[in-house]
């Protein structure tokens, strides 16, 4: 695809505009994917960018043996010239996308590297690749296509065969779709740094259908799962239903759920976000008074921001004057579950099982100050939720902390906004979010979120929806915006 890609916009000046023509090519899994298939339908994301940027041409690709492709065949064994720097522009592309696939993986991440090391991950799987000789052998299949014949087939290469048309090469990778396809030498590691959160067998293959695969990986998960000694002892007697969510947060930290725990004697405070599923665990350390409570809160409001809703199951900390003064003051609309029924506090609930297995799996004394723990905290925040993302998913970075004020409508459903500094920014309305201005009364159809600038008591303690007014430009309204929106697109 990459020489496709290349050699088109070498030739465009012959190319663009034609009506049609042919592309002959000595791999065959490309021909369906350059002729017949939807961008949609190409789930590799660095080939769909490719096939997009082909669009503009029109022409239709055939296989042809690659011995009988004489001249592009003796060129490329006996080149005129050497490779430009913009030649070397997709070969970069294509470590970026595996290298981007990896950084989302942690799959062979090891133990004793405390940051991610994206470099050192993809040189370990490309010499376990180069050592192992039925991927050597399926990567060559690949590009000079499958036999036809069934019986032609290597056999440790059958297992492929149904899956061809979704494999892929990238320099000494193959990916299977999106999914990297991990050497044998490296399944067992890649098992363990999966299950480094002890999640459920589902959740964990959720997890490595978002970036890894080999045959069989379902399997695997189950056994490595099955063979866990903390999450057989812990395991639930009947699985549970899913929650229903009885709000709807429209964006992250809006509304947060917090409970407390006890594991081996020793008390946490868990809060977690209804949206994501984003938890923060504090160890309390034997103090769960309401004034030490409120004290985990400020923090936790310092670093995440202040929610407008925050559910909790009643506790006497969180039912004393105390804490509702503090909630006053903050301007947090504080709800309580009925106090013999603390399953309707069932967010918290949730995220209070997650964390609490974690923590009897990783550090049974209670001392969350280990490195397992550390390692199983982030893979739970990666590991994908009934909605298909994973907490990680929603960055912390989206808050609504600035205000600015709208000058015009840029584009449909963009906005031109104005900061207090006087740079001119353009945002999706998604990213928009009305607020009152200072001088104006706060009404309940205008939906606001706590800002810095604003009045804590102009906050109603109705969770704010997205104002349909906001469809078409409306002149001048205050607007709070989280900043850094900018998301990567998650493979
Ligand atoms: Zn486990």
Same mark, same amino acid.
């Given at each position: ?106 799959? /062979? =991440?090891?133990?004793?590297? $405390?940051?991610? +090391? ?7 799987? !490309?010499?376990? *690749? ?106 639930? /007697? =009947?699985?549970?239903?899913? $929650?229903?969510? +009885? ?7 809006? !509304?947060?759920? *917090? ?233």
């Amino acid at each position: 695809m990459l020489a496709v890609s290349w050699a088109l916009t070498k030739c465009c000046l012959y190319l663009k505009g034609l009506p049609t023509f042919t592309l002959q090519t000595d791999d065959r899994p490309l021909v369906p994917i350059i002729n017949s298939y939807m961008l949609d339908m190409v789930e590799n994301p660095r080939l769909q960018r490719m096939k997009e940027r082909m669009s503009q041409y029109q022409f239709t690709a055939v296989w042809r043996a690659g011995k009988s492709l004489c001249i592009p065949g003796a060129l490329s064994r006996a080149p005129v010239s050497y490779p430009t720097s913009e030649d070397m522009t997709g070969c970069a592309e294509v470590t970026a996308h595996v290298r981007f696939v990896i950084t989302a993986t942690t799959a /062979s =991440q090891d133990k004793d590297a $405390l940051t991610i +090391d994206s470099d050192r991950t993809l040189q370990d799987i !490309s010499i376990a *690749a180069q050592a192992d000789p039925t991927y050597v052998r399926l990567r060559n299949c690949i590009s000079s296509g499958f036999p036809t014949n069934r019986y032609d087939l290597h056999a440790s290469l059958s297992p492929y065969r149904k899956l061809q048309e979704a494999l892929s090469t990238d320099g000494n990778l193959i990916l299977y779709g999106a999914r990297i396809l991990v050497p044998a030498a490296l399944r067992r590691h890649t098992l363990a740094r999966l299950h480094d959160s002890h999640r459920g067998v589902e959740a964990t293959k959720c997890r490595a259908r978002k970036t890894i695969f080999w045959p069989g990986i379902d399997t695997d998960i189950a056994n490595t799962i099955a063979a866990c000694e903390p999450c057989q002892v812990l395991r639930p /007697s =009947q699985q549970q239903e899913p $929650l229903h969510n +009885d709000d709807h947060p429209s964006r992250p930290f809006e !509304s947060v759920s *917090a409970d407390f725990f006890q594991v081996a004697g020793k008390s946490f405070l868990v809060v977690a976000d209804r949206l994501s599923g984003w938890p923060v665990v504090v160890p309390c350390k034997g103090n769960t008074t309401a004034s030490s409570t409120i004290q985990h809160f400020c923090r936790y409001f310092r670093e995440v921001g202040v929610p407008l809703l925050l559910c909790t199951d009643g506790g006497p900390q969180f039912t004393s004057k105390e804490f509702a003064d503090f909630t006053e003051r903050w301007g947090v609309h504080h709800i309580t579950s009925s106090p013999h029924y603390p399953q309707s506090n069932g967010h918290a609930e949730a995220a209070v099982k997650a964390v609490k297995h974690l923590i009897l799996k990783t550090a049974p004394t209670g001392n969350i100050g280990c490195e397992d723990f550390d390692c199983g905290l982030p893979e739970l925040r990666n590991t994908p939720n009934q909605s298909g993302c994973s907490p990680a998913q929603d960055p912390t970075s989206h808050r609504w902390d600035t205000v600015g004020t709208v000058i015009g409508g840029a584009r449909s459903r963009e906005y031109e906004i104005r900061l207090p500094s006087g740079r001119v920014l353009r945002r999706n309305r998604r990213f928009l979010y009305p607020v009152p201005s200072p001088n104006q009364v706060p009404n309940s159809d205008l939906p606001v979120v706590p800002s810095p600038d604003m009045e804590k008591s102009s906050i109603p303690s109705k969770a704010p929806r997205w104002s349909p007014k906001l469809n078409r430009p409306t002149g001048i309204l205050l607007l709070t915006m989280g900043l850094g929106f900018e998301k990567p697109i998650v493979s």
